[in-house]
């Protein structure tokens, strides 16, 4: 019999509509206690198809938290001390464009971030770090994903980049925001992608969205402006899609896990150094800055 799996290379945040793994055996929960507080739900970890993976429910079992409520910190911070170095989230979208219809998939490359009540760095209190966002997305995951959509012979349904707006939420926008949105270029828009990506980033953990179109937000002339029951409504039309594309996204990382300049994101990115910092700004950031201080 496998061993249960108490750390994994492999991480999955599973959005709106996704708050379980099919498939994943030999799991066990983990309630991880964090500086940050608990994570929205306990972390998963199990096989998917022989390959280690852990799994969090970022708005918790039966979709309990609203985004500004989610604990993004804790959440990412519980998945880097389970061993996660590739973490992949599945968000569900508004297209801003005409050509990313509901029920496509998008692999967002940029982020603009109009969130404006989350605490959106592990850094402060005594300890200095700048990590580059120039480069938001790990170009080698997002990779990974568009080999395993297109293994699911959903290519024609795929959009390879684009930017995603992150706005805070829980309501949709107005129809002045939304034609905003599309002013600045953004290709779609969602609520959870941001601190998630910025966090994930200071933890060294390479980071790709594999965004999910429900609507058209509310720009659209001639399509339904979007409600939370027409969203979740196509997320579960495209539920079956993500769960298959994650089982080859793991055994592809699995087999041949990619460098990624996330790894290494604090080598030029952390100011204080750990000696500097106080014990509690060590204790608290220990899982981040632990190979630096070793």
């Known amino acids: 019999m496998e061993p249960i799996i108490t750390n994994a290379a492999i991480g999955v945040i599973g959005g709106s509509g996704l708050y379980a793994m099919e498939g994943l055996t030999h799991t066990r929960e983990h309630s991880v206690e964090t500086p940050y507080g608990a994570t929205s739900d306990p972390v998963v970890t199990g096989r998917l198809d022989g390959v280690p993976v852990a799994f969090l429910a970022r708005h918790g079992k039966g979709h309990r938290l609203i985004p500004s409520e989610v604990p993004y910190r ?18 569900a979208v508004g297209s801003l464009r005409e050509e990313i219809a509901p029920l496509d998939l998008v692999l967002p490359d940029q982020f603009i971030d109009l969130t404006k009540r989350r605490e959106s760095t592990f850094f402060g209190q005594g300890a200095v770090a700048h990590v580059s966002m120039a480069a938001p997305v790990c170009e080698a995951l997002r990779g990974v994903l568009a080999q395993a959509v297109a293994d699911c012979a959903l290519e024609e349904r795929l959009h390879r980049d684009g930017t995603y707006v992150c706005i805070e939420g829980p309501a949709f926008s107005s129809l002045a925001e939304s034609n ?51 969203a979740l409504a196509n997320l579960r039309k495209n539920a079956v899609n993500a769960q298959e594309i994650l089982r080859i996204v793991a055994q592809r990382l699995h ?3 990619p460098a990624s300049a996330a790894h290494t994101a604090l080598s030029t990115a952390l100011v204080t150094r750990p000696e500097q ?18």
Do not use: F
């Not at 804790?74 to 968000?91: F, P, Q």
């Not at 910092?277 to 070793?294: C, F, G, P, V």
């Open 255 to 257: 087999r041949a896990p």
């Open 277 to 294: 910092m106080s014990a509690d700004a060590r204790l608290r950031l220990q899982a981040l800055i632990s190979m630096r201080t070793a």
């Open 74 to 91: 804790a959440n990412v911070y519980a998945l880097k001390t389970l061993g996660v170095r590739y973490l992949i989230s599945v968000s």
């Open 180 to 230: 905003w949105y599309r002013s600045m270029g953004a290709a779609v828009i969602g609520m959870t992608s941001m601190p998630e990506a910025k966090l994930a980033r200071e933890a060294e953990i390479a980071y790709a969205t594999l965004a999910l179109v429900t609507d058209y937000d509310c720009w659209h002339p001639h399509e339904a402006n979007v409600s939370a029951q027409l």
